[in-house]
């Protein structure tokens, strides 16, 4: 056989094969046309390779090469043709590839934050105890953050670098101006405009200059607590605290009382909870100082009462195993995803 020959009609072999791969609309009739150009048994291109034996010796390494090439050719045709069939370029696309019975992608939901989470939840435990909301402002004066707190003028609290001071606001107010450093504030501003008895909660942010770690954050939540009556004790803040905690920790919760010193409680205890096979700092608590009560206008000798004020962050860490209290501000979907 001549090698021209041969040569034509591995080219017409070719053409053919395009055309008919191209040509397929559906997964059935592309198989039909693989199986007459690659069929292993007597497929077209086994047909054409039969003359190869037939070809002069000299021109066999021609022949044999444009073989290669031509089978190459053909079976890559095919898999292109494949992959237009499972990209949706079938009958049943429109030419712009868009397919209106594929089921379409779902719409990502979000959900409340875990911080958000858990204080709705401590708002619904608290108020079950009798305990309304009270709100106050995130920029303070020193009146409320400090002097009313029974927090001398040279106090280290006070501090330029344990405060954010805002120098703006100062201008604009005539007077120091600072990012509260704790909800403390809010129980001023409730008694100063509440006879007793009172009983609230108050919950929201409040800003320190400390290095972020595992457990410290600059800005993080409180949930302060206060309670104002005759006849208020040291034995109702344990209680509510007891309550309070295992409510939303579980009753085998185990919560401890450190001493501990507040300017504006007296006596003060430290409240730590387990967390992670030890201890961990919830916050502070204590019976009002006689002098902040005298400071809104409450007589210490008809009244007293107690003052709590834990950490937001902390109370969800324990609840739901967090390690680090970073986790929360990441914006880290697969952390978030988990509450
Ligand atoms: N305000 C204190 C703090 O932020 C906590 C506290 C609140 C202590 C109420 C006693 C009473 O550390």
Redesign the pocket.
């Known amino acids: 056989m001549a090698l021209a020959d041969f040569l034509a009609d591995l080219d017409s072999l070719l053409t053919s094969a395009n055309a008919a791969f191209a040509a397929a609309a559906d997964s059935d009739s592309l198989e039909v046309a693989r199986v007459e150009f690659l069929g292993a048994k007597s497929g077209r291109l086994k047909t054409v390779q039969q003359g190869l034996g037939k070809i002069d010796k000299p021109d066999k390494p021609a022949a044999g090469k444009k073989l290669n090439e031509v089978k190459k050719a053909i079976t890559a045709a095919f898999e292109q043709a494949q992959q237009n069939l499972s990209a949706g370029g079938g009958e049943d696309a429109g030419d712009d590839g868009f397919d209106p019975t594929l089921p379409g992608r779902r719409a990502r939901l979000g959900h409340i934050h875990p911080i958000t989470q858990t204080i709705e939840q401590l708002k619904e435990i608290m108020g079950r105890l009798g305990f309304s909301v009270a709100e106050g402002p995130e920029v303070e004066d020193k009146w409320h953050n400090f002097d009313a707190l029974n927090i001398p003028p040279i106090h280290p609290a006070r501090s330029e670098l344990d405060n954010f001071y805002l120098a703006t606001a100062e201008k604009a107010a005539g007077e120091p101006m600072l990012l509260r450093?704790?909800?403390?504030t809010v129980q001023i501003r409730v008694m100063e405009k509440t006879p007793p008895p009172v009983r609230i909660i108050s919950l929201g942010r409040?800003y320190r200059p400390d290095t972020a770690d595992a457990t410290h954050y600059p800005m993080f939540h409180?949930i302060?607590g206060l309670m104002v009556d005759r006849g208020v004790t040291m034995a109702d803040l344990k209680s509510v605290l007891r309550l309070f905690a295992s409510s939303f920790l579980g009753g085998d919760v185990h919560i401890r009382f450190r001493p501990s010193f507040?300017p504006?409680?007296e006596p003060?205890v430290e409240v730590d909870i387990s967390w992670q096979g030890g201890w961990m700092e919830m916050?502070?608590?204590?019976m009002i100082d006689p002098n902040v009560l005298r400071a809104v206008g409450y007589d210490p000798d008809e009244v007293t009462g107690f003052?709590?004020?834990l950490g937001v962050e902390r109370i969800c860490m324990s609840r739901h195993q967090v390690t680090d209290i970073r986790e929360f501000y990441r914006n880290d979907v697969r952390f978030l995803e988990q509450f």
């Open positions: 450093s704790q909800t403390s409040v409180q302060e507040f504006f409680t003060s916050g502070g608590a204590g003052a709590f004020g």
